[in-house]
C-alpha cells in the first residue's frame, strides 16, 4: 500500500489503484518464463484492512488480485501459442504479523490469527486459485494450523520455510512432518537447500 496522502486513494492495494500496470507486468513475468503467479492478495485479507476501514473489500479485492493474476497468464498463452498453463497461487501471510488492532474483547492470539487463515483461505478458494502459498509462519505449529486452513477447501499448499526457525526446530524436523500433512511444495532458503543432507524444493 502507497502512504497516507500520496493519492486520494492511497489505501487501496496496487493491483486495484492500476489494475492494467500490475497486469502487464505479470504477464511480462510469465513471457519470461514463469510458470506460477502468485496472484498480488498480500494486503486484501481483513487483518490488513482494518486499520484503513475497508474491510468489507476483503472478498472484492482479493477476487479482483486472482483475476488480474488469470488476464495476465492468458495474455501471456495467447501470445505465446504453446499451450502451456500457468498455476496461479493465492498467498496467505501470516496474521500475526499483523497488530489484530480491533475493539472489544478477542480470542487469544493463536485462536485469532486460525479465524483470520481459515477466512481467507476460503475467499482464496472462493475466487478460484489453483493453490495457497502459505507465508514462512513463526512454528513449525503454526505452519501446521495455515496447512490445515487450506486442506479444508482442497487446495494444494505451498508453504515457506524460514531459514531461521525461532522455535529451534531443525529443518528435517519440519519437512517430515509437512510431508505427512499433505503438504504440496516446500520452498527452501537457498542456505538450507546447499546444507548437507537437507531436501530439495521438489515437490513433497
Same mark, same amino acid.
Not at 47 to 75: D, F, K, Y
Not at 129 to 134: A, F, M, R, T
Not at 146 to 168: I, S
Given at each position: ?5 500520496? @493519492? ?9 489503484? $492500476? ?58 498463452? $495467447? ?21 489484530? $488492532? ?36 513463526? @512454528? ?61 524444493? $521438489?515437490?513433497?
Amino acid at each position: 500500500m502507497a502512504a497516507p496522502g500520496s @493519492s486520494t486513494r492511497w489505501f487501496e492495494p496496487m493491483h486495484v489503484r $492500476e489494475h492494467g500496470r500490475v497486469r502487464d507486468e505479470m504477464t511480462e513475468q510469465v513471457l519470461a518464463g514463469a510458470d506460477v503467479l502468485v496472484a498480488p492478495a498480500w494486503l486484501t485479507h481483513r487483518r490488513a484492512l482494518i486499520p484503513v476501514g475497508e474491510t468489507r473489500r476483503v472478498e472484492e479485492w482479493t477476487r479482483l488480485a486472482v483475476r488480474v493474476a488469470r488476464e495476465a497468464a492468458e495474455m501471456a498463452r $495467447e501470445r505465446r501459442d504453446d499451450g502451456r498453463v500457468t498455476t496461479i497461487l493465492g498467498v496467505l501471510p501470516d496474521p500475526t504479523a499483523i497488530d489484530e $488492532e480491533a475493539t472489544g474483547r478477542q480470542p487469544r492470539p493463536d485462536a485469532a490469527a486460525e479465524r483470520d487463515e481459515r477466512a481467507q483461505a476460503g475467499v482464496l478458494a472462493d475466487a478460484g486459485v489453483d493453490g495457497v502459498l502459505v507465508e514462512a509462519r513463526p @512454528s513449525l505449529d503454526r505452519s501446521r494450523v495455515a496447512l490445515r486452513a487450506v486442506a479444508e477447501h482442497g487446495l494444494p499448499a505451498w508453504l515457506v520455510v524460514p531459514p531461521m526457525r525461532p522455535d529451534g526446530a531443525p529443518l528435517n524436523a519440519w519437512l517430515d512432518t509437512l510431508t505427512a500433512d499433505g503438504v504440496a511444495m516446500v520452498l527452501l532458503d537457498p542456505g538450507d537447500v546447499a546444507a548437507p543432507g537437507t531436501a530439495s524444493t $521438489e515437490p513433497t
